[in-house]
C-alpha cells in the first residue's frame, strides 16, 4: 500500500474564460477535504496557495480547530485538521514528500483534457509498493495546462453512468475520488459494524 | 430505471449530545448538493427548513443563480439550482413525489443504526422500475431517530477501505453516497470522451 496525500491549488488555475488566475481561499475547503483525507487515509492534505496573507488565515483555521476553542468542542474536527498542511506551491508539498523525483503526480480534471487513468486502474496501482502518490485538485475552474502537463497521469473525470451535465464542487470531486481510490468495497460493504463515528455538516 | 431525490433535512436533527435540533443553512450546502445531484441526474433536491426565514434565505440563494445575474454569469450553475426546492418538512418533499405511498425512503447515517442496505443493492434497485426513491440527508450530527425509523431502508455508512475514522461533511457524504448509487462504473471508466463540461468551486 502506498503513501497517498492530496493538494489543493490556487495557482495556477483557470478562471471562466480559460485565463490563468488565483483562487481564493473557502473556509469549507479546508474543512471538508481534511475530513475526506483523513476519512480516507491520506498522508497529508496540502493547500497551496502563493499569497502570504491566504496562507496565514488557513493556518489560523487550522490552529483554531487543532489547538483552539473547537478543538475540545469537536474532537474528530482536531484530528481530521491534523492532516492539513499549508505550502506557497505545488514544490512545497512535493518537497516535504520527498522531492519531485521520489513521488508520482497525479492531476484531476472535469474535462477531458488527454489519455487519462481509470480510477480502476489507480486503485489497483495505490495497492501496490511504490513511490507516494499526490494526488492534485484545483480549485475554480480547474487546473492549469503547466501543472497538468508536468503530472505522471491524469485521472479520469468523473462520470455519472448517465447524462454529460458535470459540474461538482471540488468539495465534491474530491470526495468521490478518494472514495474511488480508496472507498470500502464489495465484501466489505452492507455488513453492519460497531463503531463510534459521527457527523457534523 | 427509478426517479430519484435527494433531500437535505434540518430538522429533526441531532447535535452532537444526541439532541434534536434545528441546524441553520450553510450556502455551501445549498449549492453542492445541487451540483451533485444534477451531475447524477436526480430529479429534485429538496432542501426541508421548518423555519420560514431561513426557506426564505434558501428561496433567494435560488433565485440569485436561476433568474439574478449569476445565472448568466455561471450557467451550469443555474442548471444545477434548477432542481432546487424548498420545503418546510420531510412530507412536503414527500407529497411533491406522489406521496408517502408512493415514495421509498432511503435514510442515510454515518453511524450503525440498524441493519443495512448495501451500495450494490441499492444500486440495483435504482435501475429496476418500481417507486421513485428520495434520498434523505442530514445535517448537524445527522437524521434524528424518529426520520431513520419512518423510513424503508437505511443505508450502509461510508467507510474507506482501511480505518474506522469517519467524519466526513454533509456535502461530501452526499457526493460519495450518490456516486456509489449512480456513478459510472466499469468498462465506461477511462474511455477519453469529449464533451464540455467545467468545474468551479
Known amino acids: 500500500m502506498r503513501r ?4 489543493l491549488v490556487h495557482h495556477p488555475v483557470l478562471d471562466g474564460q480559460g485565463a490563468v488566475v488565483t483562487s481564493a481561499v473557502t473556509n469549507l475547503d479546508v474543512h471538508d477535504l481534511a475530513r475526506t483525507a483523513r476519512t480516507y ?3 497529508d ?7 502570504a496573507a491566504q496562507r496565514d488565515l488557513v493556518e489560523r483555521i487550522r490552529l483554531h480547530w487543532t489547538e483552539g476553542s473547537s478543538s475540545r468542542r469537536i474532537p474528530d474536527r482536531r484530528e481530521a485538521l491534523t492532516v492539513l498542511r499549508v505550502v506557497a ?12 523525483g521520489g513521488v508520482e503526480v497525479w492531476v484531476t480534471a472535469a474535462r477531458e483534457l488527454g ?3 481509470s480510477f480502476a486502474e489507480a486503485r489497483g496501482r495505490l495497492e501496490e509498493e511504490g513511490k ?3 494526488v492534485v485538485f ?3 475552474w480547474g487546473l492549469a495546462r503547466s501543472v497538468v502537463d508536468a503530472a505522471d497521469a491524469l485521472l479520469e473525470p ?14 465534491s470531486a474530491c470526495a468521490i475520488a478518494m472514495d474511488r481510490l480508496l472507498g470500502a468495497r464489495g465484501a466489505q460493504s452492507g455488513q453492519p459494524r460497531a463503531t463510534p463515528t459521527s457527523r457534523s455538516s
Do not use: K, M, Q
Open 45 to 51: 492534505y496540502f493547500v497551496v496557495h502563493p499569497i
Open 138 to 140: 484545483g480549485t475554480a
Open 4 to 7: 497517498c496525500a492530496i493538494a
Open 41 to 43: 487515509g491520506a498522508s
Open 115 to 117: 489519455p487519462t487513468l
Open 89 to 100: 506551491s505545488l514544490d512545497g508539498a512535493l518537497d516535504s514528500l520527498g522531492g519531485r
Open 132 to 134: 507516494p502518490v499526490l
Open 158 to 171: 468523473i462520470r455519472a453512468a448517465r447524462g454529460e451535465y458535470n459540474h461538482l464542487s471540488v468539495r
